[in-house]
């Protein structure tokens, strides 16, 4: 019943904001959204005691994964919500166009990434990730410049172009299991029918279904739009777009992963190594180059999402590792994203060249992109170094080490980069560009909350969330 | 068990295949947006035959219904949506250049034609159902023909027009082989063709507006260098 | 035995008798359709019959080539007459003379020798056309061979009269996706072959932008009225391969008995007609392509037929 719950606030929350006022609509959306969080804990806490949910009369069902996704789409929605309020209007006193929709807008996009972890029928579940893409294209282009348009339009028609490629591998995937013997066309009937799936037509339709959401989770080389599209659209979009969007493209293709398993052979493991290794280094070795900080977080997203792949692709003992790097990445995510934007109000630009000493200019700023640079790139003892480093444990305890060392490589690379950018920003003489103004509070606020996860989750990991890391993780693994 | 199908179903099946890809092929090549637009029309009707001889031949009243929203979201839905969102940028569009020129780009769709063949073919030999053969290859060539589109097409509405032919790439072969998917879903999926059209008819309107011209194709400022 | 010698120089006395009637109608329904009287469709056998009456002015710097040309020019789609099926289902005498890749080289042969003679003369416009009638052939040869092919691959052989006999027999192979793509890029040869909008203007006057009109410009009296005759036959020819063998392989005659074979005239005719009131449609409602554009044009044919071709290997 919460699950339907969950669904029905922000649909009602859209409906209301197109007819009230802008800060009547940022109220009700920040309401809703904290009801969402509630409800999803709700629900979480009920998978875990007793192993998923059901709702609407089985059109809706939640796993311990899904339960995990759900989670922190709910946690980063209400983050982000939060911090628009203070953030659109500083936006648009600096110059931009005035658009009543953000919020209708918002609780749209947030309804249909609410919706992926949960729907049980796997063709609506496509149309929830079409409905992603559709959802955000305005958000993207809000801030109406002509690079935000082109990133906006680069984002609508690749995602688009992924989302009927997998389109067509869903369909595979559903005359499969035709051929198999029938079933529900869940994920669950889809696993419990694995061994009766006739290979070659599972496999097209795995691999169309992995170039196609892989290409909505930002998996090079199908990540192109991804940068653009992060880095034009408002910091708390970029927000949900990095932390938790590409997650809910992902979860589609990790859901796939047991059924290959289960249907037997190696092959698909070679699959998601090899992906979530080009994603990585390519991430890697593109954030050497980048010259602005929203775009150097996204690259990092695609190195995220890669090693994430490469997590399920080194079998069992890595799969906590994985899920416990699906929570850390998003928690800290959002919150680079947050501490970006705060950047922008102070300084006014995204470029790194620009950026100096912001230590003096903006305190709070400075010590959130600092913090955020850490917390994402990996250093301990925040909890994606954390989860990066269970990966690697497992990769060499079960002998994979040309993965495990690759993704070590890579992962360094990417940290020092990173941290030389970040290092640019906060640090030095203070630069020729002046500090605006101080941040609005609901921002510093935003930027507190989401900065205590990050902060807490590396040393200490509460028992209940250790326990959805688990089931999570066992929901991953190929034994049914 | 099933009793064979009419011959003249399968006939009729396999002509709506070959105009099928013909379409997929106009679509890469041809100039004006108008023309595109109708190809596309014409594209989406013929899926409509063929999900109403399949539906005939299955003796699956579904199908029907899938033909009949198809004609509906594909047929008079998006190019309404199209006209009202992108008017004057549809009148007035030719698109003089390419990335490729246009033979090249067609020898290109052409192989990928063949590479669609290719890869499909051992599923086809492998399932031995009546429509599958031609409809599955002709969907998977419909889709790689429709991506192509979008990859070599400058113009706003010929990538929107590219998308949209994948889908009906995607569609046409799913009817031949998931030709009972959940009513609800093939709903759903259908819908999905006007949003996008409208989606991506208002951004192009608002790259019109801002930019000046809708050769999306040219946008390159979001770079490294 | 005797028949079919017989049948077979029939044959080449109905081509030879009708092509001017299909170019006069042609020519009046086009009028019509621009709601103009139009000349009766008569008028090329009066042409020819007022050119052969006429004296001949032959310039003075051509060679043998020049005055060779008309004849080679008439006897080449006579020859291919008794190679393809125009009024009979079963092959006559000559038949296996040659076949379809034989009777277009044949083809090829006789436009070879009007783009040299073309060139022959020495007037400007001459070779002006004929380097753009060897681009478009040149072209177009791909298109001709991939279509051959094909139907052939799908026949297993090359004698036309074989070929058709497998679009006549399961009726389901007429609605194959090959078959269908097949005719399509065989319906824009013959618009680029024959010279029809949207790759030339069959009525056009002006020199510099003649394609397959300028092999006609040097010739007078007795050659014209030849060359004029022969370019009627050449379409006559295409379009019984494209509608015999292709598009309509009914209405032919199965037996040896004379009266079915007469009746398959007024048939033949028939289809022609019909098909030339298609054309007429067309014409009348695409305008002539640029030069660069023909191209595009041919190229789209040559895609046609090659999928066409993958598509019938690949079983389809």
Request: hydrophobic letters at 60%; charged letters at 10%; one cysteine or more.
């Amino acid at each position: 019943m919460e699950l339907a719950a969950i669904l029905l606030a922000p649909a009602a929350v859209a409906a209301c904001c197109l007819v009230v006022s802008r800060r009547t609509a940022a109220m009700l959306t920040v309401i809703g959204s904290a009801v969402v969080v509630f409800l999803a804990l709700l629900a979480a806490d009920r998978v875990l005691s007793e192993g998923s949910r059901a709702g609407l009369g089985g059109w809706l069902s939640c796993d311990p994964l899904g339960a995990l996704v759900l989670l922190l789409v709910a946690f980063v929605g209400l983050m982000a919500a939060l911090f628009s309020i203070g953030y659109l209007p500083r936006r648009h006193a600096a110059g931009g166009r005035v658009n009543g929709n953000y919020f209708s807008l918002y609780n749209l996009f947030l309804l249909s990434m609410l919706a992926v972890p949960i729907l049980a029928n796997i063709a609506l579940v496509w149309i929830a990730v079409a409905l992603t893409t559709l959802a955000s294209a305005f958000l993207v282009a809000y801030e109406d410049t002509p690079e935000a348009l082109e990133a906006a339009w680069k984002y609508v028609v690749l995602t688009t172009l992924g989302a009927v490629v997998a389109l067509l591998g869903i369909v595979f995937l559903y005359w499969a299991m035709k051929l198999g013997g029938g079933g529900p066309f869940t994920w669950a009937g889809l696993r419990a029918a694995a061994p009766h799936l006739p290979p070659p037509v599972l496999w097209m339709g795995f691999l169309l279904v992995l170039v196609g959401f892989g290409t909505k989770a930002g998996l090079a080389p199908m990540h192109t739009w991804l940068p653009d599209a992060h880095s034009q659209a408002p910091a708390p979009i970029c927000a949900l777009l990095s932390g938790v969007e590409t997650t809910t493209a992902l979860y589609a293709v990790l859901r796939l992963f047991p059924v290959l398993e289960t249907a037997g052979g190696v092959g698909a493991r070679n699959w998601f190594l090899v992906f979530g290794l080009v994603s990585t280094g390519a991430a890697a070795l593109l954030l050497v180059y980048v010259r602005d900080y929203k775009r150097m977080f996204a690259f990092s997203t695609v190195e995220h999402m890669g090693i994430v792949m490469v997590a399920i692709g080194l079998g069992d003992p890595a799969h906590f590792g994985a899920a416990y790097q699906i929570l850390a990445h998003a928690l800290a995510k959002s919150f680079c994203f947050f501490a970006a934007g705060a950047v922008v109000l102070v300084v006014g630009t995204q470029e790194i060249a620009s950026v100096r000493g912001l230590i003096r200019v903006s305190p709070i700023a400075a010590a959130a992109v600092l913090l955020g640079g850490l917390t994402i790139s990996g250093a301990p003892p925040f909890a994606v170094f954390m989860s990066e480093f269970a990966i690697l444990k497992a990769g060499l305890g079960t002998a994979q080490y040309v993965a495990a060392g690759l993704l070590a490589l890579f992962v360094v690379v990417a940290f020092c980069a990173m941290m030389q950018h970040v290092n640019h920003i906060v640090f030095g003489q203070a630069g020729p560009v002046q500090a605006v103004a101080s941040l609005p509070a609901t921002c510093v606020a935003a930027l507190v909350l989401s900065a205590i996860p990050v902060l807490v989750l590396g040393v200490y990991l509460p028992s209940g969330l250790h326990r959805l890391l688990a089931a999570a993780a066992a929901a991953l693994g190929g034994a049914p | 068990m099933t009793d064979p199908i009419a011959s003249y179903i399968l006939h009729l099946n396999a002509m709506a295949g070959g105009l099928f890809l013909l379409a997929a092929f106009a679509i890469v090549a041809t100039r004006q947006m108008l023309s595109c637009v109708r190809w596309f029309v014409g594209q989406s009707l013929l899926l409509a035959a063929s999900a109403t001889a399949i539906g005939i031949g299955l003796h699956s009243w579904h199908l029907g219904a899938v033909a009949v929203i198809t004609v509906f979201t594909k047929a008079i839905a998006m190019p309404w949506l199209l006209r009202r969102t992108v008017r004057r940028e549809l009148y007035r569009r030719r698109e003089i250049s390419q990335v490729l020129n246009i033979p090249t780009s067609l020898l290109v769709a052409a192989a990928l034609t063949l590479l669609a063949y290719a890869i499909v073919y051992p599923v086809t030999a492998m399932a031995a159902a009546p429509f599958v053969d031609i409809n599955l290859s002709v969907g998977l060539a419909g889709l790689f023909l429709g991506a192509y589109t979008v990859a070599v097409r400058r113009e706003a509405v010929s990538q929107l027009l590219g998308l949209l032919a994948m889908e009906n790439g995607a569609f046409f072969a799913a009817v031949s082989i998931a030709p009972d998917l959940p009513f609800i879903a093939e709903l759903t999926v259908a819908f999905d063709v006007p949003v996008t059209t409208l989606v991506i008819g208002l951004l192009t309107r608002r790259i019109h507006e801002r930019v000046g011209g809708t050769s999306v194709g040219l946008l390159a400022a979001l770079r490294e260098r | 035995m005797e028949e079919r010698i017989l049948y077979n120089l029939l044959q080449v006395a109905v081509v030879m008798g009708f092509a001017p009637l299909a170019e006069g109608v042609l020519n009046r329904l086009k009028e019509i359709v621009q709601s103009k009287r139009g000349p009766s469709i008569f008028q090329p056998y009066r042409d020819i019959w007022k050119l052969l009456h006429k004296d001949e002015v032959v310039s003075e710097e051509s060679t043998w080539l020049f005055r060779a040309t008309p004849y080679v020019a008439f006897v080449a789609p006579v020859f291919v007459t008794l190679l393809i099926p125009v009024l009979t289902r079963y092959p006559l005498f000559f038949a296996f003379m040659g076949d379809m890749l034989g009777g277009g080289f044949v083809l090829a042969l006789g436009g070879f020798f009007v783009a040299l003679a073309a060139v022959d003369t020495g007037n400007p416009y001459g070779p002006m056309g004929a380097s753009r009638t060897r681009m478009v052939g040149f072209l177009a040869e791909p298109v001709f061979i991939i279509v051959f092919f094909t139907v052939s691959f799908v026949a297993g052989s090359t004698i036309p009269y074989i070929v058709q006999t497998v679009w006549l027999s399961p009726f389901s192979n007429f609605f194959a996706p090959s078959h269908v793509l097949t005719m399509l890029a065989f319906f824009m040869l013959i618009l680029a072959e024959d010279a029809r909008i949207p790759v030339d203007s069959p009525s056009g006057h002006f020199e510099l932008a003649m394609i397959d009109k300028s092999k006609g410009l040097e010739y007078s009296g007795r050659g014209a009225a030849i060359m004029k005759w022969a370019g009627a036959m050449k379409l006559f020819v295409l379009l019984c391969i494209f509608l015999n063998v292709l598009v309509t392989p009914w209405g032919l005659a199965s037996t040896t008995a004379l009266g079915d074979v007469l009746l398959a005239i007024p048939l033949v005719l028939l289809k022609i007609f019909l098909f030339l009131v298609a054309l007429v449609v067309i014409e009348s409602s695409l305008a002539k392509l640029r030069l660069f554009r023909i191209t595009e044009f041919l190229s789209a044919a040559f895609v046609t037929s090659v999928v066409a071709l993958t598509t019938s290997a690949s079983g389809l």
